[in-house]
């Protein structure tokens, strides 16, 4: 039998109670609601001082309210500072995506989502980041593990991208018609996003 919050693939993990999700974007909270909320009272936490610019930060809240909103999920934003952003990833902002500056923009983001957790006395918490097929979810599983060890909150560790959880959260959000971004959220992954389709034109 595992420990609450413990299981580490792709189905739902053996739990109840309450559960915020740290979320991002509409599109991977659509695969995180349709398996987390079959055992759990969920919420949503929008967090997200890596997003720039401004505007492409408004209008993934605005898709994640509409998505909320219709679903009848509660939805709790966070603060948007992305001077905190900036803080966090400062000594690794030099090196590419998926590197330890990824892993403490993870970690800055775990760590508000579990203290929320606490704050309002969810009995979990847990992230979307693990959908896409861009992100190393062995990488943000570590990360919510050492959150959990430093905070106190359990951390459910599900591996949402397994049991093709990606390619589901594309054809949920074809439905919704939700907006797609075309990079990871912060000005670095940005210009690197643009580099990497350049290239591509180019080739
Ligand atoms: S690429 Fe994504 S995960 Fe990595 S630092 Fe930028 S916003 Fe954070």
């Known amino acids: 039998m595992p420990e609450p919050g413990r299981n580490n693939h792709g189905a739902a993990p053996a739990g109840s109670g309450s559960l915020l999700v740290h979320a991002c974007c509409a599109p ?18 929008f967090y997200g001082p ?22 009848g999920v509660q939805l709790l934003e966070g603060e948007y500072r992305p ?26 983001r775990l760590r508000r989502t579990a ?3 606490r704050r309002r006395n969810f009995d979990a918490f847990g992230v979307t980041l693990t959908v896409s097929r ?3 979810s062995r990488l943000v599983i570590e990360t919510g593990r050492q959150v959990e060890a430093e905070s106190g909150v359990p951390f459910v560790d599900v591996d949402l991208k397994k049991q093709a959880g990606f390619e589901r959260s594309l054809q949920l959000s074809r439905q919704w018609g939700f907006y ?21 034109a180019g080739a």
């Open 83 to 108: 001077a905190d952003w900036g803080r966090a990833i400062l000594p690794w902002r030099h090196l590419p995506e998926g590197s330890r500056r990824c892993q403490e923009c993870f970690r800055l």
């Open 180 to 200: 797609r971004q075309q990079y990871c959220g912060c000005s670095l992954s940005r210009s690197e996003g643009l580099a990497r389709r350049r290239r591509r």
């Open 134 to 136: 861009h992100k190393n």
């Open 115 to 117: 203290e929320e957790a």
């Open 28 to 45: 991977c909270s659509t695969v995180a609601l349709e398996r987390l909320r079959v055992q759990w009272r969920l919420g949503f936490f």
């Open 50 to 71: 890596n997003i720039h610019p401004a505007a492409e930060y408004r209008q993934r809240l605005e898709e994640m309210r509409r998505f909320c909103n219709a679903e």
